[in-house]
T-cell receptor, first 114, second 115 residues
Framework: DTEVTQTPKHLVMGMTNKKSLKCEQH?????MYWYKQKAKKPPELMFV???????INESVPSRFSPECPNSSLLNLHLHALQPEDSALYLC?????????????FGPGTRLLVL | GENVEQHPSTLSVQEGDSAVIKCTYS??????FPWYKQELGKRPQLIIDIRSNVGEKKDQRIAVTLNKTAKHFSLHITETQPEDSAVYFC??????????????FGQGTILTVHP
């Protein structure tokens, strides 16, 4: 299996809702990432997990809460989001967290916050 | 931190022509330079990458060149086809400090190939 999968594909939520995004990979990768992508912009790194430990938090607001239950799964818990948080949320994985490993992206979850 | 500049922001070519996209980076410690293609509504997909110990790499119609001295790298697509139309992102990553392994992306180039 050489794919990163994400669920759901689309999500609409109100500002008081709590929801979660899920990401899964079965490539044996030990680094996993969350990115946020606005239309016509590059992906922006949010979080990096290496060996199931949070290694980078790019000063992301606490209304986004990542979780890595095991080496294959990555979740992003959402609570009290703002309309400006509407975006495509991409998960990625790589063999390890170094400067020269290919990152493979999932198809993303398109989030709309009303 | 690292800064990656990408040009042009839009590129329009006729089918069969070549397309060239250029990126410059700021941190001389950067050692990995991938290129991603993102079609509308799809995930970014790696199309080619180069590491700092290599000057050029080819894969069929796609090639990437790296000039470490000048700190720039370029994507070359020959014999373009309509299905090459997409947004292309360059990126750079470096091994050092607290940002080890972090990819910094360019702003993207919208490539349109006209039949």
């Amino acid at each position: 299996d050489t794919e990163v999968t994400q669920t759901p594909k689309h999500l609409v939520m109100g500002m008081t809702n709590k929801k979660s995004l899920k990401c899964e990979q079965h490539m044996g990768h030990r680094a996993m990432y969350w990115y946020k992508q606005k239309a016509k912009k590059p992906p922006e790194l949010m979080f990096v997990y290496s060996y199931e430990k949070l290694s980078i938090n790019e000063s992301v607001p606490s209304r986004f809460s990542p979780e890595c239950p095991n080496s294959s799964l990555l979740n992003l818990h959402l609570h009290a989001l703002q309309p400006e948080d509407s975006a495509l949320y991409l998960c990625a994985s790589s063999r390890s967290w170094t400067g020269a490993e290919t990152q493979y992206f999932g198809p993303g979850t398109r989030l709309l916050v009303l | 931190g690292e800064n990656v500049e990408q040009h042009p922001s839009t590129l329009s070519v006729q089918e069969g022509d070549s397309a060239v996209i250029k990126c410059t980076y700021s941190d001389s410690a950067s050692n990995y330079f991938p290129w991603y293609k993102q079609e509308l509504g799809k995930r970014p997909q790696l199309i080619i990458d180069i590491r700092s110990n290599v000057g050029e790499k080819k894969d069929q119609r796609i090639a990437v060149t790296l000039n470490k001295t000048a700190k720039h790298f370029s994507l070359h697509i020959t014999e373009t086809q309509p299905e090459d139309s997409a947004v292309y992102f360059c990126a750079a990553s470096w091994a050092g400090g607290t940002s080890y392994g972090k990819l910094t992306f360019g702003q993207g180039t919208i490539l349109t190939v006209h039949p």
